[in-house]
């Protein structure tokens, strides 16, 4: 009797914490400056906005994953006027990238071309690459598109084993994307 009721006590914990985490709503928090709106999950902070130097009506984010426990996470967002196509932000935006982590001495490569994909009611280009230093591999995407006469650019970047995460957060953010 008492190993029975021992089992069914451990089904009973199992069955209610496996049901508890797929119930559970991922908290967000509304990130909301100058016009700009999105929202974020809770444990993700927006470092920096600021205006990026020389470029008339443009903003550069840079926002990070401060949950405790978790990897080197993190996505930056530019907004900039253009009359350039996306395909060319996007080939500037790997040049840019290709030689930034060159500096730092990174292997980076690209994973896939750039592909139209459509995120919510956005059509966007994405690619993705990979970065690599001294044991460490890094996974990213670079997505841009047009939204309310801006180009947006996000460049994500993740551990590996957590990129399907990260870009899940970046699609979201896209898709509470709004500017007044």
Known sequence: ???????????????LSCNYSSNKKQETVLYEK?????????????EKDRAI????????????????LSGD??????????GKSLSYIMDVLIKQSSASYA????????LTQAKAIKIGSRQALRSTFETKLIGSSNKGTFTVFNHANKTFSFISSAETKN??????VVDSVIKSLKMK
């Open 1 to 15: 009797m008492k190993n029975r009721f021992q089992l069914l006590l451990v089904f009973l914990v199992l069955f």
């Open 34 to 46: 100058e016009g700009l709106s999105f929202q974020l999950p809770k444990y993700w902070k927006v």
């Open 53 to 68: 130097e020389g470029v008339l009506n443009s903003r550069f984010l840079s926002v990070s994953n401060k949950e405790p």
């Open 73 to 82: 996470e993190f996505f930056v967002i530019t907004a900039i006027d253009s």
């Open 103 to 110: 500096k730092r001495n990174m292997d980076f490569g690209l």
């Open 163 to 168: 990129i399907k995460e990260n870009t899940a």
